[in-house]
């Protein structure tokens, strides 16, 4: 996300969302009450970007599928 920040202003505020939603996904993944809360903490904490992402698409898709 570093080259971001050569954009001025605009990198700044994509960098700034890329993280926000990083953290979303670290603390909706921390707030889930499933057994494979620690595999997806990792997943999310270790692959950055691509695990927030893939958080969201697998398991928090499902998981909002199931309440609903």
């Known amino acids: ?9 605009l990198g700044t505020l994509i960098t700034t969302a890329l993280g926000l939603f990083w953290l979303w996904m670290l603390i909706d993944c921390l707030a889930d009450q499933s057994e494979d ?5 990792l997943v999310i904490f270790f692959l950055s970007l691509l695990g ?4 969201y698409f697998l ?3 499902k998981r909002k599928a199931t309440v609903l």
Do not use: D, I, N, Q
Not at 1 to 9: K, S, V
């Open 37 to 41: 809360k620690l595999v997806w903490f």
């Open 59 to 61: 398991a928090r898709k």
């Open 1 to 9: 996300m570093e080259f971001l920040l050569g954009f001025g202003l």
């Open 52 to 55: 927030a992402l893939l958080y």
